[in-house]
């Protein structure tokens, strides 16, 4: 949804199934780490995995980090590989930022 330039950094969608503490520390970790992203609104449904486990049983905390390509489902799909690694450094930032009895409670 929207214009994401290759190479510009992941995309961070906001709203929608992203759950807002979720977001909040995925922007966190991502500036800690020098790492560009593109925020993205995400009103509804995203199209995405994320829809349906951001209401699974009681509600799973969720946020959504995309990478930018062209070309979707095509033999000529393309991506820039440094938003993929950079995608990586953020969910493992995002992993060692976690404290043993923290919640992140899905407003539903």
Known sequence: HGHFKLGGGPKVSVGGASQPEVTARIFEVAKAKNIVVQRGGAAGRTGTDTDAIFIKGGGIASGLVS??????????????????????????????????????????
Do not use: C, W
Not at 75 to 88: R, S
Not at 95 to 103: C, D, P, Y
């Open 67 to 108: 990478l930018p390509i062209r070309y979707m489902h095509t033999t000529v799909e393309m991506t820039a590989l440094k938003d993929l690694e950079q995608i990586a450094e953020i969910f493992a930032g995002f992993a060692l930022s976690l404290k043993g009895n923290e919640v992140f409670a899905p407003q539903l």
